[in-house]
């Protein structure tokens, strides 16, 4: 590491100590300004000692965060019912479901499920109680400018109230192939966003408050 700082020549030359207070100024003016070089010298062995382990316990803790990511996916799919085909997954859903209602009332259909299944966005497993349950996984965005926040609207059609509007946080979805929720955040800040049809690259121009839970 290098660091780099403005110095006054004159000040220099009059000064024989200029420089060891120059770096300690640059270190905060945490060491005391009369400090001999010896003892600065071991009070910044200290600093670059206690760094050193600070770097070693982030170090440790990010090596056990991919653990438990790993040991979550493997869990994951173990659950994961495999289906080979569209007409593998009709007949599964058979048993639990009554497929003339796919597709309608807006629903989406049995290809559009298949399709999730085969790029990865959700899962099909069984509960607790032996039932077939399509699962993902989702993270909602509270994207702020000021005092206005992004708001998606969906509509569905309800039989007794008709077409109902509801609003909603934005949401990303991450896939199984995406370890952490960062990368389908990533994804989504890229080209997520698409008013009129238009994808918007927001990468340069969102700033996290806080970093995505994995």
Same mark, same amino acid.
């Given at each position: 590491?290098?660091?780099?700082?403005?110095?006054?020549?004159? #000040?220099?030359? +009059?000064? =024989? #100590?200029?420089? +060891?207070? =120059?770096?300690q100024m640059c270190h905060g003016d945490h060491l005391e300004m009369g400090a001999s070089l010896v003892e600065f010298q071991r009070q910044l062995a200290e600093v670059e000692e206690a760094k050193a382990a600070c770097d070693q316990q982030v170090k440790t803790l990010k090596q056990q965060l991919e653990n438990l990511t790993q040991e979550n996916i493997r869990m994951k799919l173990q659950r994961r019912i495999d289906v080979q085909d569209e007409e593998q997954l009709r007949d599964l859903l058979a048993q639990d479901f009554d497929l003339d209602a796919f597709g309608s009332n807006g629903k989406g259909t049995i290809s559009d499920l298949y399709h999730e299944l085969k790029h990865d966005m959700c899962w099909l497993e069984q509960d607790e109680n032996g039932?077939?349950?399509?699962?993902?996984?989702?993270?909602?965005?509270r994207v702020q400018f000021k005092d206005l926040v992004l708001i998606q609207q969906h509509s569905n059609r309800d039989q007794d109230q008709g077409w109902v509007r509801h609003n909603f946080l934005p949401g990303v979805r991450k896939s199984l192939k995406e370890a952490y929720f960062s990368a389908a955040l990533d994804t989504w800040f890229e080209s997520g966003l698409k008013p009129g049809g238009v994808s918007v690259d927001l990468r340069d121009l969102i700033v996290q408050d806080e970093p995505p839970i994995s």
């Amino acid at each position: 590491n290098k660091l780099i700082t403005k110095v006054n020549p004159v #000040e220099a030359l +009059l000064d =024989k #100590e200029y420089f +060891l207070r =120059k770096l300690q100024m640059c270190h905060g003016d945490h060491l005391e300004m009369g400090a001999s070089l010896v003892e600065f010298q071991r009070q910044l062995a200290e600093v670059e000692e206690a760094k050193a382990a600070c770097d070693q316990q982030v170090k440790t803790l990010k090596q056990q965060l991919e653990n438990l990511t790993q040991e979550n996916i493997r869990m994951k799919l173990q659950r994961r019912i495999d289906v080979q085909d569209e007409e593998q997954l009709r007949d599964l859903l058979a048993q639990d479901f009554d497929l003339d209602a796919f597709g309608s009332n807006g629903k989406g259909t049995i290809s559009d499920l298949y399709h999730e299944l085969k790029h990865d966005m959700c899962w099909l497993e069984q509960d607790e109680n032996g039932n077939l349950v399509r699962t993902l996984e989702m993270v909602f965005l509270r994207v702020q400018f000021k005092d206005l926040v992004l708001i998606q609207q969906h509509s569905n059609r309800d039989q007794d109230q008709g077409w109902v509007r509801h609003n909603f946080l934005p949401g990303v979805r991450k896939s199984l192939k995406e370890a952490y929720f960062s990368a389908a955040l990533d994804t989504w800040f890229e080209s997520g966003l698409k008013p009129g049809g238009v994808s918007v690259d927001l990468r340069d121009l969102i700033v996290q408050d806080e970093p995505p839970i994995s």
